[in-house]
């Protein structure tokens, strides 16, 4: 059974740079959409954004001008960038395997807190 | 952006009731729907794929219908640990979107 574990920087300056990963044990890459989704907390799922082991991608419009999702094959893992990251990116960020279709596997969660 | 909207936004019921969370898209997106439980301090835990197939391991008291617009999530005979937020969420189209969540408290 296929298990995701993330790992990131939990707390951040204003402006600096998000940086989240995900390493897929138990199984690979291939064949599915890879996807991130953040929760603010006491709010509700935003989907960030999709990979696949190509590295195409799918990015939410409304954060597309600040996200970077890429993949490491040779690890079997994928990784999350947002740049430029303010209070409102306060959130738990949790990796997901599946895009379109369902998001059947997820990673733990990561808290990352923006704060001066 | 196709947006999810799920009645009520929260609800109160007892151990054994029957309870219907409805979730309207804003445009069709056929069958394209999923609903996940989540409780506090995890990740989603996905219940029902494609409107109203139930994904493996889940009990059988969980169901979902419907296609077009108008969805269902019905949990036959409550149990305690079925008191949480339930998203559904659609994979019709990017981006990807959910409902704003319905939770489910004990009365």
């Given at each position: 059974?296929?298990?995701?574990?993330?790992?990131g920087?939990?707390?951040?300056?204003?402006?600096?740079?998000?940086?989240?990963?995900?390493?897929?044990?138990?199984?690979?890459?291939?064949?599915?959409?890879?996807?991130?989704?953040?929760?603010?907390?006491?709010?509700?799922?935003?989907?960030?954004?999709?990979i696949?082991?190509?590295?195409?991608?799918?990015?939410n419009?409304s954060?597309?001008?600040?996200?970077?999702i890429?993949?490491?094959?040779?690890?079997?893992?994928?990784?999350?960038?947002?740049?430029?990251?303010?209070?409102?990116?306060?959130?738990?960020?949790?990796?997901?395997?599946?895009?379109?279709?369902?998001?059947?596997?997820?990673?733990?969660?990561?808290?990352?807190?923006?704060?001066? | 952006?196709?947006?999810?909207?799920?009645?009520?936004?929260?609800?109160?019921?007892?151990?054994?009731?029957?309870v219907?969370?409805?979730?309207?898209?804003?445009?069709?997106?056929?069958?394209?729907l999923?609903?996940?439980?989540?409780?506090?301090?995890?990740?989603?835990?996905?219940?029902?794929?494609?409107?109203?197939?139930?994904?493996?391991?889940?009990?059988?008291?969980?169901?979902?219908s419907?296609?077009?617009?108008?969805?269902?999530?019905?949990?036959?005979?409550?149990?305690?640990?079925?008191?949480a937020?339930?998203?559904?969420?659609?994979?019709?189209?990017?981006?990807?979107?959910?409902?704003?969540?319905?939770?489910?408290?004990?009365?």
């Amino acid at each position: 059974q296929v298990q995701l574990q993330q790992w990131g920087a939990g707390l951040l300056k204003p402006s600096e740079t998000l940086s989240v990963n995900c390493v897929v044990n138990g199984g690979s890459l291939s064949y599915y959409y890879w996807s991130w989704v953040r929760q603010p907390p006491g709010k509700g799922l935003e989907w960030i954004g999709e990979i696949n082991h190509s590295g195409d991608t799918n990015y939410n419009p409304s954060l597309k001008s600040r996200v970077t999702i890429s993949v490491d094959t040779s690890k079997n893992q994928f990784s999350l960038k947002l740049s430029s990251v303010t209070a409102a990116d306060t959130a738990v960020y949790y990796c997901a395997r599946g895009g379109g279709y369902k998001f059947d596997s997820w990673g733990q969660g990561t808290l990352v807190t923006v704060s001066s | 952006d196709i947006q999810m909207t799920q009645s009520p936004s929260s609800l109160s019921a007892s151990v054994g009731d029957r309870v219907t969370i409805t979730c309207r898209a804003s445009q069709s997106i056929s069958r394209y729907l999923n609903w996940y439980q989540q409780k506090p301090g995890k990740a989603p835990n996905l219940l029902i794929y494609a409107a109203s197939s139930l994904q493996s391991g889940v009990p059988s008291r969980f169901s979902g219908s419907g296609s077009g617009t108008d969805f269902t999530l019905t949990i036959s005979s409550l149990q305690p640990e079925d008191f949480a937020t339930y998203y559904c969420q659609q994979s019709y189209s990017t981006p990807r979107t959910f409902g704003q969540g319905t939770k489910l408290e004990i009365k």
